[in-house]
């Protein structure tokens, strides 16, 4: 049996995975997960075509929003390739598109928006949730085990990938839509940080800013099912992400504890929305996320 990784290498691997290397002509090259099974997160995709699309921004320009759409789901194992065109460059703004495939099928495609730093007007419209800080939370990886325990018999695959180390420590202040089968209103709150410190934000900010979106992706869709008592989890739900989108208000650490409040105001159709807002320690609000995926009841 091979030793459980440590924080520290957890987090090496989280950041080679959200690393891409440049070919040629705005071709771009993303690292599969090590150990993956299955479908691809669509986190990962989401956060190596910003990696892409921030590598072929105007030097000086940050980030601060990106719209994604899921168009097949793609596949653990082969390589990802993310094609980025220069779509518009201004003096104050500049746009850039990644199309992500695999095997030669276009699987994403995200535009990223970049900005000068500028001063502006500011205001602050939503307060920050009170709820329980996340030192007096059980961790997620303790919720989990306890989970797997209850539920007797499980599959070794099942097992595997409850129980996986993550790179991504999340705590929450509720219970998620795999916790139990109680209807609730679709409001979830959780913390999450690396487990491991990130190379400092002023060195890389691109690099926290992919962190955050590969984050983003966590719980969100989940918000949508907790009107109804059901879970992906116990075999009830069938889904898969179809857009995404991300706007970064300041810069934020990945590596701090950071809260992230998700509300679902709609569901119907086959389709769940979810909304996210995410803020650090000082109730500051440093990103908003939406997501619309599809959420059907499986089959008996």
């Not at 099928?105 to 001063?119: D, G, K, P, R």
């Not at 303790?142 to 209850?150: K, N, T």
């Not at 590596?255 to 807002?277: Q, V």
């Amino acid at each position: 049996m091979s030793a459980t990784p440590t924080p520290e290498h957890l987090v090496e691997r989280l950041v080679d995975l959200l690393t891409v290397t440049r070919g040629d002509d705005g071709l771009y090259h993303g690292k599969p997960q090590r150990g993956g099974v299955g479908r691809v997160f669509g986190g990962q995709v989401v956060a190596q075509a910003l990696q892409a699309a921030q590598d072929a921004a105007p030097e000086g320009m940050q980030a601060h929003s990106l719209h994604a759409y899921f168009l097949r789901g793609g596949k653990e194992g082969p390589p990802l390739d993310y094609r980025v065109a220069a779509d518009f460059t201004g003096r104050s703004f500049a746009n850039r598109r990644a199309v992500a495939s695999q095997g030669g099928e276009a699987i994403l495609n995200l535009t990223a928006s970049f900005q000068q730093s500028e001063n502006g007007l500011e205001h602050d419209e939503y307060v920050m949730p009170e709820v329980t800080p996340p030192e007096e939370l059980p961790s997620d990886m303790e919720l989990r085990r306890r989970f797997v325990e209850e539920m007797g018999e499980v599959s070794e695959v099942q097992r595997a990938l409850m129980l996986r180390p993550r790179p991504i420590e999340m705590r929450t202040a509720d219970k998620l839509h795999w916790m139990n089968s109680e209807k609730k209103p679709p409001r979830a709150h959780n913390w999450f940080r690396t487990v491991a410190p990130l190379p400092p934000i002023e060195s890389n900010p691109a690099l926290h800013r992919a962190v955050i979106a590969y984050a983003s992706d966590y719980t969100l869709l989940g918000t949508s099912a907790l009107p109804h008592g059901l879970s992906w989890t116990r075999g009830e739900l069938k889904s898969a992400s179809l857009d995404h989108a991300l706007w970064f208000h300041r810069p934020a650490r990945a590596d701090e504890w950071l809260l992230y409040a998700t509300d679902s105001p709609w569901s119907g159709a086959g389709r769940g929305f979810n909304r996210g807002r995410i803020f650090d320690r000082e109730g500051r609000l440093v990103a908003s996320v939406a997501q619309e995926g599809v959420v059907r009841k499986a089959r008996a």
